[in-house]
């Protein structure tokens, strides 16, 4: 059961991360779609920088502050230049796919997948002195994303700035007749979740597993995206969902040891995915209806 559970959490981390910068960008106005780009470009930079420095907190660094850049693809067409951002998002994540691909074989000499006895991964709690024997054995960044779920919770309902941005979210106009800057409050939603997405990379790439493979991020930014759209403003719903997927990918993996086919145990997390948005979208027009 501890090994089952230390699963789920560790497969949890990286989309619950994603997840909670894509509803710090609903909340702002903003839809974003470009999180499994920027998952993925946080996966890379992480690995880069840990294999330059020898030291995988600065890979985490090094992913959180790249990502944010990258972020910026996103942030000045759609907020500056107002274009349509999911049509924006699209393009970074095409982008991301490509590039990611192009400079890891420029710069670690390789295609496929880059795994080096050199690579310094994330070390476990254990390792710090902070164990959890019910959770099994964990980077530092699980139990991050999971304080990050509450911490978010927390500022969009009790403190000023999150109660403004919430208000930008739903009604620009309003908020910018009473003086609050709408620009400058979407553009810190989207570098934030930017930063968030950099997180989840380096959690995917530095605690998960210690390597990087081309599209490692696998659609869990798409498994983010639907969270957003499940949970609207309530991070721990957005939580949920996200544990859902974590329990469906722990899940297909012990199914693949026993003899299900790896096509169906790597399929299995999205479908539950996919049918918990079906679920949940029927039931909120059914409320409509009523």
């Known amino acids: 059961m501890t090994t089952f559970l230390a699963a789920v959490l560790t497969a949890t981390a990286p989309v619950v991360l994603a997840a909670l910068g894509g509803l710090l960008c609903s909340v702002s106005g903003v839809f974003n779609m470009a ?14 920088f840990s294999q330059l420095t020898g030291s995988a907190w600065l890979g985490v660094a090094g992913a959180v502050l790249c990502t944010t850049l990258y972020a910026l693809l996103l ?19 095409l982008l991301a796919l490509g590039l990611t691909a192009f400079l890891m074989r420029q710069i670690f000499g390789s295609g496929g997948t880059f ?14 002195g902070l ?30 700035s999150g109660l403004r941005l919430r208000g930008i979210g739903q009604h620009a106009e309003a908020a910018e007749s009473i003086g609050l800057r709408v620009p400058l409050y979407r553009h810190a939603a989207v570098l934030g979740a930017g930063a968030l997405c950099g997180l989840g990379g380096a959690q995917l790439a530095l605690g998960n597993v210690t390597l990087f ?29 996200c544990l859902l997927f974590g329990a469906a990918e722990a899940l297909g993996f012990r199914l693949q040891g026993l003899g299900l086919p790896q096509q169906a145990a790597d399929a299995a997390p999205y479908l539950i995915t ?5 679920v949940v979208a029927a039931a909120r027009r059914r409320e409509a209806l009523a």
């Open 35 to 48: 999180l499994e780009g920027q998952l993925l470009w946080g996966a890379f930079t992480a690995v880069l």
């Open 75 to 93: 942030s000045v067409p759609a907020v500056t230049f107002r274009a349509d951002p999911v049509v924006v998002a699209v393009g970074t994540n």
């Open 115 to 128: 795994s080096s006895p050199d690579l310094a991964g994330l070390p476990a709690l254990a390792a710090l």
């Open 131 to 160: 164990d959890v024997p019910v959770a099994g054995p964990q980077s530092p960044l699980v139990p991050v994303a999971f304080l990050l779920v509450a911490a978010m919770a927390w500022w969009l309902g009790r403190t000023r």
């Open 213 to 241: 493979s081309e599209g490692m991020s696998a659609g869990r930014g798409w498994v983010a995206v639907v969270a957003v759209m499940l949970a609207g403003s309530r991070p721990w719903l957005g939580l949920g969902a």
């Open 274 to 278: 996919l049918l918990a948005l079906v």
